[in-house]
Structure formats: C-alpha cells, structure tokens
C-alpha cells in the first residue's frame, strides 16, 4: 500500500509518525509547499524573536529519512482527482495513491494580495514568512513595525517583534484585540493590560487602508482614520483560510467522519478539516495544535487497524509566548457569567444547567486545567464555582478539595 501526505505540517508528520509506530513499513511520500522538515508553526515565532532556527524542527531535522519518507518539497498540492487516486502539483507532477492523508493547513487573508509584491510586506503563517522577515530586519536594519491584525496571530507577531527590539504599532478593526478567543470583557481587560506592559502602539476601530512604497519598498501606511505611520516593515494576520480547495474546490474546510474519513480512501487533519465539537457537537474547522494531533493519531490507527474513533474537537485557545500575560479561554460565551478580577488577573466561566459552557482567564494559569477537565467531563460545579475562581490564592481548587477555607 502506497500512502501520500499532501502537506508536511504538524498533522501530517504525527500521521506519519504513528504509522511507523503502529507498524506500517509500506511507501509513504510526503508533498509539500514548503523546503523544510515538519515544523511547528506555534514555535516559529520565537525563531523571529531570536531563538535558533533549529527549535522550530520540533520532531528533528532528520525527520524524512528517520521515518523513511520520500519528500517532494517545494510542490503545493493544486489537485486532487478522488476517483483516479491522483494527486497534481504546481509544477504539473502527479502522484498517485492507495491512501491519502490530506493536511495542507491553512493560509493568511491579505485585504490587498498585490501588498505582497512591495518589499517589507509580509504575511505571517509559515517559516518561509518568518525568515523572510528575519532576513529583511536585519538586512534594511529595519526599527520599527505595523501589524494589520488584532487577533490571535497579529497579538503573536506583535509580541514576537517587540521582543526582537523593534517598535511596534498594533492595528486592529475590532473593539478589542483578540476578540475571537474572548467575550468583550475580557478583550477590553487584556487590551488594557498589554498595552500597559508592553507600551505598544494599538490603534483600534480602525485599518489600514493605503500604502507609500519608494523604489519597490515600504515607507508608510495610511490607516483608515487618516493617521500616516511611518514604517519599513508591515506584517498582514487578519485572519486565515483552510487550504481546502485543491480537494473541495473552494477554501472552506473539509467534512469528515469520526474515522477522518473525508472519501473513502482520503483522510484528513488539521486545519482544513471539519469536526464536530466534543461539547455541542456543531461541525466546524477546530484549529489548534491538540485537535490536529488527535484526529492525526486516530487517521493512523484507522488506516493500520481499522479501528479508533475521534471524539471531537474542544476549541481552546493559548496565548502566553514572549510575555508574563496568559489569555486562555475555551468553549462558549453564553449562559450565566461568573467572574473575578484583581489586579492583573480575570477570569471568567459561562454556566449552563450548573456546567461550565466556556470560560476565559486572564494574567495567570493555575485555573486553566481545573476549569478545562470540568468543561469536558460535563460535571456541575455551579455550588462550587464561584468561591474557586475567587480565590486570591490562585488555588482554590486545592483549598477546595483539601476542605481548607477560602480567603
């Protein structure tokens, strides 16, 4: 049996990975975008703020010939023909299949695509963008920087060039930065909070709306309130797309079973690939690094054994990289709200019928593992909750359980 990975990212080196350990010794080719073993995009962004490049290769350099993988590197997938078992590259090439993994991840939104051709205009999705950028700060000695991107990505890249030293101006269109992973409240807190602790520049309400280029290269934006910045380095994140069409023929996402069964010969992962939510089953793209471990491990077992079942995806997000301020949140923002904030800390957790529906906190972790094991178990805790995300401590949970008084 002859099995084709199209994509060589996170989802796809687990599948591949899994396959070996569970015993599959057959063909495997791995097709890919991009020149570069599996990486890990949630470590690129430390590459760019100055870690080795190296760390990034978070199952090693030598992943291709450890798992004795034929690689076709530098060949985006365009088309796949199901009913041939064929899949085409850019160039023209074909490769055929007995087994298909798809996982080609997803892309960046650009506002203007044609920004792109100016230099000093990056996205900021893959390690190709990210040593782009590295390659051009350093080379243009470039100071400063504006993000177009408010979001989980664009708060990313801002954090990770700031600790690079550059100064930093965040444009966001929304109320709130990160306002897909929180409920108002708690994006007007964290908003408030980074900009306090990182003095960075964050203009909300408002986008950018033109760019000055001389001689091919950036100079200036112009935002859509009319301020002028000037600036050598402008990096796009306002929001991504799932790389679904060379197999659905529209960006979309890609429906699957509990198997990973997008065909019947064809699994998918990742990004591109639509599951329903462990919780209130609604079908959706789930993208984060837990889920598409999961459905990559299930897609193996399934293909080696025939058995295992993926139990659906949870969509919890983490932001904690390049500064002392975690957000962390999961599931809805609906139902009864409960909350607590002192100082630098928030939290927040949404009941229904006494279980938790989602929740939110912010400026510390040591809630974020008790608050995640009740949401998925589905346990009431509304006798118990309030007095544990009170807590001064930041270990009520503990004083809880040990039957210790509260502060």
């Known amino acids: 049996m002859k099995i084709v990975t199209a994509g060589t990212g996170m989802a796809a080196a687990e599948f591949v990975e899994q396959l070996r350990l569970e015993g599959f010794s057959g063909e495997i080719v791995m097709v890919g975008d991009e020149d570069f073993p599996p990486y890990s995009p949630c470590v690129i962004p430390f590459y760019l703020a100055g870690d080795p490049l190296d760390t990034v290769f978070w199952k090693g350099k030598d992943f291709y010939e450890k798992y004795r993988v034929t690689a076709r590197l530098g060949e985006p ?15 023209g090439k074909t490769e055929d299949y007995d087994r298909l993994f798809f996982a080609t991840g997803s892309h960046s939104r650009h506002p203007r695509p044609e920004w792109l051709e100016t230099g000093g205009v990056f996205g900021f999705k893959t390690l190709t963008d990210m040593i782009a950028i590295d390659r051009y700060i350093r080379e243009q000695q470039v100071t400063e920087a504006v993000v177009f991107g408010g ?40 908003t408030l909070r980074l900009a ?42 306002v929001g991504v797309t799932p790389n679904s069409a060379p197999l ?37 793209v789930y993208a984060n690094y837990p889920n598409a471990m999961r459905q990559a491990r299930v897609a193996a077992r399934h293909l080696v054994h025939g058995d295992g079942s993926y139990g659906g995806s949870i969509n919890t997000t983490v932001l904690r990289k390049h500064i002392d301020f975690p957000v962390i949140s999961a599931g809805n923002f609906s139902g009864e709200s409960v909350t607590w904030q002192r100082g630098d800390v928030w939290r927040r957790v949404y009941l229904v019928d006494g279980m938790i529906n989602g929740y939110i906190t912010i400026g510390d972790t040591r809630l974020s593992g008790y608050l995640y094991q009740h949401y998925v178990a589905r346990t009431r805790v509304d006798g118990t909750i309030r007095k544990i995300i009170s807590s001064p401590r930041q270990d009520g949970q503990y004083r809880e359980m040990l039957g210790f008084a509260s502060d």
């Open 248 to 284: 659905k023929g529209e960006d979309t996402g890609i429906c699957s079973n509990e198997q990973m069964l997008a065909d019947p010969c064809i699994y998918t992962a990742g990004d591109v690939a639509i599951t329903r939510h462990a919780i209130d089953g609604v079908p959706a």
């Open 196 to 237: 306090e602790k990182t003095g960075m520049d964050i203009q909300l309400r408002t986008k950018v709306e033109e760019i000055s280029h001389a001689n091919g290269r950036l100079t200036a934006v112009r935002l859509s309130d009319g301020r002028k910045i000037a600036t050598r380095l402008l990096i796009l994140s």
């Open 77 to 91: 997938v365009v088309q796949v023909d199901p009913d041939r078992h064929i899949i085409r590259t850019a160039n």
């Open 151 to 190: 979001g989980f990505i664009g708060v990313d890249a801002a954090l990770a060039l700031q600790a690079r030293g550059l100064s930093v101006s965040l444009v966001h269109r929304n109320t709130r930065l990160l306002s897909q992973m929180t409920d108002e409240d708690g994006g007007q807190f964290a």
